[in-house]
Each structure stands twice: as structure tokens, then as C-alpha cells.
């Protein structure tokens, strides 16, 4: 009764909020093209999707997180023989709001400054009734990823890598439908552990390096035998070598030559 109500407030031109008629069903995981050097993903989703993820914010100033949100339309087809289908969406952007732990008060930036606890990135695809669609987002942005890392202090956030501390990212999609209506999906909330080093944990060849346990850059091993993720070497995936310059400075991965 309640997606049949929703369906007739978009069928007689409402704004939709919260509806269950577009979704977002899961953050898929991308596959990585070793010949192009690219990763992708699929509209559709994939059969293996990320239920939680790993943010570590040892890997310098360049750390961020990306989603790949699958957008999914539950809205019916209601083209006759002749005319647009006024149920097409077209997608604009990705709303992101970052939870810290539960109690912690975050001391966020001004959000007028572009570097709050939001972001709202491009999610360009149109989206057909009953289709889904699906494209990268950067969900945590490197000033936010700059004002986490911040907080992993005494009194603040705890660095020991024996502690799991998450946050949550939720995120909604926003569009609007080829009649000209404004529509947004259901938030979907992704929990994201964050840390410092735990990518850079695990070697079993190079055990002296797992972190903070980072070689110079001049005596690192060459090649790298450990680049961690090749979609983003920040998150998810490990273990990750990364070396110091000579200011001391992370390089991640480690450079093979």
C-alpha cells in the first residue's frame, strides 16, 4: 500500500522523498583492467558488493574514499505508442553526509567553506523505468579525509590498529524525472572503518615493514611486490608498502624504480 501510494504521487507529478521507488541497492565493488589500466563497474551491480569499508589515512594527503553506488528506478513505464516516457530519470549528484562514531562530536569545518561533513558529487546517468545505473563518487573528499586524520590524537580518536572505529557514510541520489519532477532516493548508509596504516599491515616477506614501520624510499624493496589496491590505493585492499622521502613524507605505493 505504501509503494502504491508513492507511485501515485509520482504519476501526479509530486516530488518523491523516501518513497522506496528509487534506491540505491549496494556500493559495488569495481574490477580493475590491468590492459587499460582502468577500474569499472557495471549498471546492473555485481554479484560480490561491499557491505563496510576500510579508509586508511596513512597514505599521505592524497587519501579519499570512492562508492560506486548502483541507483536503482522501481518507477513503472507509463509511455504510450509515440510519446516520451515521462518516467526517465535523470540523475545529477550524489548527496554524501559523513557520521562520526556514535557520541563523538566532530569538530567539522564551516560548510561554507566546501569541506564540511557533505558533499554533493556529479552522478551523471539517466536512468529508464526498472533499470539501474551505476558510476564512481568520491564519498570522502582529501580535506575531509585531512580533518579525520586530525582527530587521531590524545583525547581524540584512537590510532592503536587493535581498535575498529567506523563511520557511517549516507548517501542519497537526486534527480529529476523527464516530466520535470524532482525525485530522491532512499538513504543507504555504508559503514567505513578508518585507520592509520592498517593497509600497510600483513607483509609476511617484509614484516619489518608493517607500519609505522615505513622504509626510506632510497632502500625500499624495487620493483614493489605489495601496491595494495590498484582502484585506490587508500582503501579497502592491502597490504600496501608504502616508503618516506627525505622530508620523511609517506610515498604510497613505494616507486619500482
Not at 135 to 156: M, S, V
Not at 174 to 196: E, M, N, Q, W
Amino acid at each position: 500500500m505504501v509503494l502504491a501510494a508513492a507511485l501515485a504521487g509520482v504519476i501526479g507529478g509530486a516530488c518523491v522523498d523516501e518513497s522506496g521507488i528509487m534506491v540505491i541497492i549496494q556500493n559495488q565493488i569495481p574490477v580493475f583492467d590491468s590492459v587499460a589500466g582502468m577500474c569499472s563497474v557495471t549498471a546492473t551491480g555485481s554479484d560480490v558488493s561491499a557491505a563496510e569499508g576500510i579508509l586508511d589515512l596513512g597514505v599521505g594527503d592524497t587519501a579519499n574514499y570512492l562508492m560506486y553506488p548502483v541507483v536503482q528506478s522501481r518507477l513503472p513505464a507509463l509511455a504510450t505508442m509515440g510519446r516520451a516516457e515521462p518516467n526517465t530519470v535523470r540523475l545529477s549528484r550524489i548527496h554524501v553526509t559523513i557520521h562520526p562514531p556514535a557520541g563523538y562530536k566532530f569538530p567539522w569545518s564551516d560548510p561554507a567553506s566546501g569541506c564540511g561533513d557533505s558533499s554533493d558529487p556529479s552522478f551523471p546517468p539517466l536512468l529508464d523505468p526498472g533499470a539501474s545505473a551505476s558510476a564512481r563518487i568520491e564519498a570522502i573528499l582529501p580535506c575531509q579525509a585531512k580533518q579525520i586524520l586530525a582527530q587521531f590524537k590524545p583525547g581524540g580518536l584512537n590510532p592503536d590498529l587493535n581498535e575498529r572505529i567506523y563511520f557511517t557514510l549516507e548517501i542519497r541520489a537526486h534527480g529529476t524525472r523527464s516530466s520535470g519532477d524532482a525525485i530522491v532516493s532512499d538513504p543507504y548508509k555504508f559503514p567505513l572503518r578508518v585507520c592509520v596504516g592498517c593497509l600497510q599491515t600483513g607483509f609476511l616477506d617484509l614484516a619489518q615493514y608493517n607500519y609505522p614501520g615505513l622504509p626510506r624510499c632510497d632502500v625500499a624493496p624495487r620493483p614493489n611486490p605489495h601496491k595494495g589496491n590498484p582502484c585506490n590505493i587508500a582503501q579497502d585492499q592491502g597490504p600496501l608498502l608504502c616508503c618516506l622521502d627525505d622530508n620523511s613524507k609517506p610515498v604510497c605505493p613505494s616507486p619500482d624504480k
